[in-house]
């Protein structure tokens, strides 16, 4: 059934109308708070969603389960029926392609193909897998006619980098033999058909840049043996990043791009490539930082309709863009904003009126959503939410704007400890928990997020930073971080922590800092060369930039270079901003969380870490998990790290803190 969105009315308090009620909380010292948020309830209560897709009415999402070890099945809804799980009972859909993935799996006209994790390869459900063994693929998309499945091919080769290529696997009688349409370039990503099926867009981009760097919009004939001609670029080169293409229903190019500064939607010139027309120019990001496969912030809702999200400083807005004249040199667009009490929009799809998508909200979980354009009218098919949690125990972000080092601007989202059954005793200050995003070319969001809740329902404060190099600002604050990492961002996090002690908000004395991966790194960093935190947690983070650039994968394995310098040229800087060549320099205790499976920071990284910090007595502790990559799915692993962060910040600090079981213990 359809499920509709309400907000939930307030509680009214008192015994009949018109009475006064006194409400009294007693005064705890912050971070002792009892909460009804156990590490447990939140490792169980967030249920991944993703990748949502519509076609031929029924709304498909690909969903995890944590209490199944993380695995992630693909889910069906069709209209005034329950969502149903479409992938076989035993199967991970995952890809792995660029070992983020994304692009798990692809349906047309009742066609569904998923990515099988175990071994990487691309299944038709109810007829087996498609292309060779030992090959992982990603994104499948089906040719309009159904004889060709394009997909993103991650080719192993001893002894050097995987090849990556696009290519046509046959679908359907008639249709023979592997094809490859691009095995020129480093890099593919998110094939599209036009709906007459005459044409194959895709993008592509070549070592040492990253999507969000340079990309290249491709273009080639398609026919019903496959390609037609060479393919040729139509958009895209150095510094211009493109994001999405999507074909109109009657045979336009949309995508994204940052040429002027900011991913804003244009119309590509087929005839004359390079030339675009931009549909709606304002500075704000239709588009993101490609770390997955398969992203989707747009669609055509008709030839002269599009719905589309645009984000700027982490808040994003759903809205339809009407278009007066698509084919005009310069078509105006007149965006109209919807009504919706959400802040995040990922996924967004389009078919004939009924819209889906991932929304979440500032107290508003992760949900996959139905959106019917004529009557206006959203749904929720999933929410990834499963306990319920009354709105006056959530503390909802606040957006603030604080000056930073050498004159930034820089932006943040801030919780303040909050609790309806505690209150602050007499003129104490809240700790505050400095939380710095991943990537680091990624971005925090206000959306709910019960990790946050977790904290603030004790007595903490929270703060998320936009650090220079967070996308969601513009092409300008995104590049603020090249050849600063390990500078910028921790200069950021910094003056954020102490713009909020100086305002009275936070105890400056009781700063703490946390981050994973590119966080983790950013929180080793302020650790290690500052004297501003009592402490700090560190999620599988980089420790040895050098190191790094040694073991990681292929998409990654320049990015450092810009983010840092040239290496070995500049293989001094490297050493100089890397923590674990700096231990002696490292004296305030750290906890370490680190999966024994992660191949984009290898354990090695944390584990040395760590002995260095044993080997000279400084408080820490480390939790290894056995079978966990790069970012946790468990519930297992998911609350045992909620749970121990919050035990080695209260023994720091000295607080008595509620716990659900014995706690961590700290070695020195």
Not at 98 to 106: D, V
Not at 181 to 206: E, K, M, Q, T, Y
Not at 398 to 427: K, N, V, W
Request: negative net charge.
């Amino acid at each position: 059934m359809w499920i509709a969105v309400e907000k939930r009315a307030a509680l009214a308090v008192g015994a009949r109308a018109g009475a006064t009620v006194t409400v009294t909380r007693p005064c705890l010292p912050c971070g002792s708070w009892p909460s009804p948020l156990s590490a447990a309830r939140v490792a169980a209560g967030g249920v991944p969603l993703g990748e949502v897709r519509v076609d031929r009415g029924a709304i498909y999402w690909v969903e995890g389960r944590p209490d199944e070890g993380g695995r992630s099945v693909l889910m069906r809804w069709v209209r005034d029926g329950e969502p149903e799980r479409v992938s076989p009972a035993s199967v991970n859909v995952r890809s792995r392609v660029y070992e983020y993935g994304g692009g798990a799996f692809g349906v047309r006209a009742g066609r569904v193909f998923w990515v099988d994790d175990a071994s990487g390869r691309v299944h038709e459900s109810g007829r087996g897998p498609l292309g060779e063994a030992g090959v992982r693929h990603a994104v499948p998309t089906l040719s309009p006619d159904g004889r060709w499945l394009v997909v993103v091919e991650e080719r192993p080769r001893a002894g050097g980098e995987a090849a990556h290529r696009l290519v046509a696997l046959p679908a359907a009688a008639g249709a023979s033999g592997r094809i490859v349409i691009d095995g020129g370039h480093d890099f593919v990503a998110d094939p599209c058909f036009s709906a007459d099926g005459r044409r194959l867009a895709w993008l592509a981009w070549n070592h040492p840049d990253m999507p969000w760097d340079a990309t290249r919009l491709q273009v080639v004939g398609w026919g019903a043996q496959g390609p037609i001609g060479a393919p040729r670029q139509v958009a895209g080169g150095p510094g211009e990043s493109i994001f999405q293409p999507r074909f109109s229903p009657d045979g336009q190019l949309a995508f994204v791009s940052d040429r002027s500064g900011w991913w804003n939607l244009h119309l590509a010139d087929l005839e004359r490539a390079g030339r675009a027309r931009p549909l709606l120019p304002m500075a704000a990001e239709f588009g993101a930082a490609q770390w997955l496969l398969g992203m989707s912030r747009y669609d055509f809702v008709d030839a002269q309709t599009l719905l589309c999200s645009h984000v700027r400083c982490g808040e994003a807005r759903l809205g339809v863009l009407h278009l007066d004249d698509p084919r005009a040199a310069q078509p105006e667009g007149d965006l109209r904003p919807l009504a919706l009490d959400l802040c995040r929009f990922e996924s967004v799809q389009v078919e004939d009126g009924l819209a889906c998508f991932v929304g979440a909200g500032r107290t508003h979980a992760p949900a996959v959503c139905a959106y019917e354009l004529g009557p206006r009218r959203l749904h929720v098919l999933r929410s990834s939410l499963r306990l319920e949690l009354d709105d006056d125990r959530l503390s909802p972000a606040e957006a603030i704007c604080f000056p930073s080092a050498e004159g930034r601007e820089t932006h943040a989202f801030y919780y303040p400890p909050h609790s309806p059954d505690c209150q602050l005793a007499g003129d104490e200050r809240p700790p505050l928990l400095v939380r710095a995003h991943g990537g680091p070319t990624a971005a925090s969001t206000l959306e709910l997020d019960l990790r946050t809740q977790f904290f603030t329902s004790r007595g903490f404060g929270v703060v998320d930073v936009l650090y220079g190099g967070s996308t969601t600002c513009g092409r300008a604050y995104r590049e603020r971080l090249d050849g600063r990492w390990g500078e910028v961002d921790v200069e950021d996090c910094i003056e954020a922590a102490l713009f909020l002690s100086a305002a009275g908000l936070v105890d400056r004395e009781r700063l703490l800092i946390s981050g994973g991966s590119a966080g983790g790194f950013t929180a080793l960093c302020a650790l290690t060369f500052h004297d501003v935190f009592r402490a700090g947690s560190s999620r599988y983070g980089i420790a040895d930039l050098e190191a790094l650039a040694h073991d990681t994968h292929k998409f990654e394995s320049h990015y450092t270079e810009r983010l840092v310098g040239p290496y070995p040229q500049t293989r001094a800087t490297w050493r100089a901003r890397s923590p674990l060549h700096h231990c002696d320099r490292l004296t305030r205790p750290v906890i370490f969380f680190q999966g024994s499976e992660d191949r984009i920071v290898p354990p090695e990284q944390t584990r040395a870490m760590v002995a260095a910090l044993a080997e000279r007595s400084v408080p820490h502790a480390f939790v290894e998990f056995p079978g966990e990559g790069h970012g946790f799915r468990s519930a297992e692993a998911v609350a045992t790290t909620l749970e121990a962060e919050l035990d080695f910040y209260a023994q720091v600090l000295g607080i008595a803190a509620p716990l659900d079981s014995g706690g961590v213990g700290i070695e020195r």
